[in-house]
Structure formats: structure tokens, C-alpha cells
């Protein structure tokens, strides 16, 4: 299939610039993937599409506030830096810019000397390898000083950071959210439980690899980035049981949905692993444990539309996508919901 494939014309206006409150009563649209029909509804009717002894499956990685802007030692030259993966215990992959600003062994200070830097190496794709030295407890000073990782079409200041939080973020490691989890309240999964679904946890830690434009013509020269993820005992064993009592796994989210799949091909079955995935989903995979997707409106050509494509199918969900945009749904990461079963 062609990069093109996957195009859809989208009004600027329909990209949601701030969340909707409550967080459930965003827009829920349903699509049977058998037939493509779909249905309107809220989020917070999502109880009446799922069914007991279902299981949800959601990624409780927490966002880091990784946006942090600081000034070059000496000269006071402004820079941002965008924390990406951890390597080691102060020693970071950032996004600095300008770059030119960021050589080997020049230093930065972050929040009037809270946070200080030196620029270690430079990556063959021009990202950073960056040391960090604070005093106290490096995430309590990034919690201080460090911005939300907003995604680049989104304009508007974030009043409130938990709001690009899930309610059940514990797991501190993202660059950014995974979204399909933020129309989550506690009362919607209380009640969730009350009616027999069950809610196990997975860890995918989001890079902005996610949000990479494919930029090559064949979608199957695309070559993913790697995520740290993580499936415990307790999950795995939550998935299996309802497997076996003929319930549905449904992903919370295009995350989750890549970390089931890892598994699944690396252990040949779902049991407890931890490791590096660059798991890359489209039309043509076999799915080996999803029965259902929970996830927002993606941006054209991008890899999470084409994960989505290759779950629903392709002619749905690019007919889905049309019909969201008619029916002005909200798009990206503050926009509306897809439940496709």
C-alpha cells in the first residue's frame, strides 16, 4: 500500500485544542468491523457496547512534563530540550533546539540553575545525548520547571497538566499521552467493574516516534522506533481467562494495542515479558489477541490510522474517517473517541 493510501482532507477547526469536560463526554463513535455500520454516541455510553466479562486493556504510562527551556552557559542563548528515552540513570536521548547550540561538551542550565545539562554526543539522526545534574530528586525538579509535551498542532496553553494525564497514569516514562485512555473517568470505570469488565494494565512508554510522518512512498519501507513496554503476571493472566470464557480484549488505545501484539509475536503466546518493541501495524497483520480498539481520530498518513486500518479494515475506516469529519467530530489527541468491535 502507498503512504497516499491513507490521506484524508481535514478542516483545520476540527483539531481539538482543548479537552472536553468531563473527560467522558466526549463523542463516541462505534463501528462494527464486520459490516462498517456505525453508530453516534458519547463516551460515556461506552457500557452499553461492552459486555461482562470483557476485559480492557489500558497503558498506565505516565507523561513526563519533558518540555524544558533553558539558556546556553556563558552566552545565555535560549534552547529548548524535549526528553525522549532514558539511557541510563541522569543521562538522557533528548530533542534540542536549535541544535547548532547543542555540540558536544556545551553545558545548560534549566529553571535559573534548578537543572543543568552537558551535551555528551550527537545521534546519527541529530537528536542529543544529554547528562543531567540537580540537587534532590531529578523528577521532583522536572515536575518544577518541565512543560507538557504537547503535540505541534495543538495551540492553546494547558491550564492543567493532569489533563493530558489517563486517571490511572502511574508509570512515569512518556513523551507523550496515549490519548484513547484520557476519556477515562474513575466513575465510568467503577461502573465498568460493576457490570463484569475487568481492567488490566499494561506499560508502553510513548515516544514522539509515534507522531513520525511517514515519509517514504511504501508503507512497508516505514521503519518504526522503539518503546520500552512491559506486561506483568496479573495481566497476562486477566487475558488469557477471558480468552477462555469467550469474552473480548479490547486495547484501550493504538499503545496498548502494540504492546499486546508484541508479545504475542515474541513469546508466541501472552505471558509475562518486558522489553524493546518497533512493532509496525498495517493492512495485511494478523491480529493474534485483539477483539476490539478503543482510540481517537488519527492524522492522515500516519502509522496509528493505518494500525487502525488494518483492525478495522481499510474501506471502513477511511469511510469512518469521512464520516467523522461531516459529522464535525473532534480529531488528535484532545479530540473524540472510536470503539471498533
Given at each position: 500500500m502507498k503512504t497516499k493510501d491513507f490521506y484524508y482532507d481535514l478542516p483545520e477547526e476540527l483539531i481539538a485544542q482543548t479537552p472536553i469536560e468531563p473527560r467522558d463526554h466526549s463523542r463516541l463513535m462505534v463501528m462494527d468491523r464486520q459490516t462498517g455500520?456505525?453508530?453516534?454516541?458519547?463516551?460515556?455510553?461506552?457500557?452499553?457496547?461492552?459486555?461482562?466479562?470483557?476485559?480492557?486493556?489500558?497503558?498506565?504510562?505516565?507523561?513526563?512534563p519533558a518540555r524544558l527551556y533553558g539558556e546556553k552557559e556563558g552566552t545565555g542563548a535560549q534552547v529548548e530540550f524535549l526528553l525522549l528515552t532514558q539511557k541510563e540513570n541522569m543521562v538522557w536521548e533528548v530533542l534540542a533546539g536549535p541544535g547548532k547550540k547543542a555540540r558536544p561538551g556545551t553545558r545548560f542550565v534549566f529553571g535559573g540553575g534548578?537543572?543543568?545539562?552537558e551535551v555528551l554526543e550527537v545521534t546519527?539522526?541529530?537528536?542529543?545525548?544529554?547528562?543531567?545534574?540537580?540537587?534532590?530528586?531529578?523528577?521532583?525538579?522536572l515536575d518544577q520547571i518541565g512543560q507538557m509535551p504537547l503535540p505541534h498542532y495543538i495551540h492553546q496553553k494547558l491550564e492543567d497538566k493532569e489533563r493530558y494525564q489517563t486517571v490511572y497514569a502511574r508509570e512515569l516514562g512518556s513523551a507523550a499521552a496515549p490519548t484513547a485512555g484520557l476519556h477515562f473517568t474513575p466513575a465510568l470505570l467503577e461502573q465498568l467493574k460493576a457490570m463484569g469488565v475487568n481492567i488490566g494494565f499494561v506499560t508502553l512508554h510513548v515516544g514522539l516516534g509515534t507522531f513520525r510522518p511517514v515519509k517514504v512512498e511504501d508503507v512497508t519501507q516505514h521503519k518504526m522506533h522503539s518503546e520500552h513496554y512491559e506486561?506483568?503476571?496479573?495481566?497476562?493472566?486477566?487475558?488469557?481467562?477471558?480468552?477462555?470464557?469467550?469474552?473480548?480484549?479490547?486495547?484501550?488505545g493504538t499503545t496498548s494495542c502494540r504492546t499486546l501484539e508484541s508479545v504475542?509475536?515474541?513469546?508466541?503466546?501472552?505471558?509475562?515479558?518486558?522489553?524493546?518493541?518497533d512493532i509496525f501495524i498495517y493492512p495485511g497483520y494478523t491480529f493474534q489477541v485483539l477483539d476490539g480498539l478503543i482510540?481517537?481520530?488519527?492524522?492522515?498518513?500516519?502509522t496509528l490510522i493505518m494500525l487502525v486500518s488494518a483492525?478495522?479494515?481499510?474501506?471502513?475506516t477511511m469511510q469512518a474517517y469521512q464520516t467523522a469529519v461531516q459529522e464535525r467530530y473532534r480529531f488528535y489527541s484532545f479530540g473524540d473517541a472510536m470503539l471498533v468491535v
Open positions: 455500520e456505525l453508530t453516534h454516541a458519547h463516551f460515556y455510553d461506552i457500557v452499553h457496547f461492552l459486555r461482562p466479562g470483557d476485559c480492557l486493556i489500558v497503558n498506565d504510562s505516565r507523561v513526563l534548578l537543572l543543568r545539562a546519527p539522526d541529530g537528536n542529543r545525548i544529554v547528562r543531567f545534574a540537580c540537587d534532590g530528586n531529578f523528577y521532583q525538579v506486561l506483568n503476571q496479573q495481566t497476562a493472566d486477566l487475558i488469557n481467562q477471558t480468552k477462555r470464557n469467550g469474552g473480548r480484549v479490547i486495547a484501550v504475542a509475536q515474541k513469546e508466541g503466546c501472552i505471558k509475562a515479558s518486558e522489553g524493546w518493541t482510540t481517537n481520530f488519527h492524522l492522515p498518513e500516519s483492525f478495522a479494515g481499510y474501506s471502513h
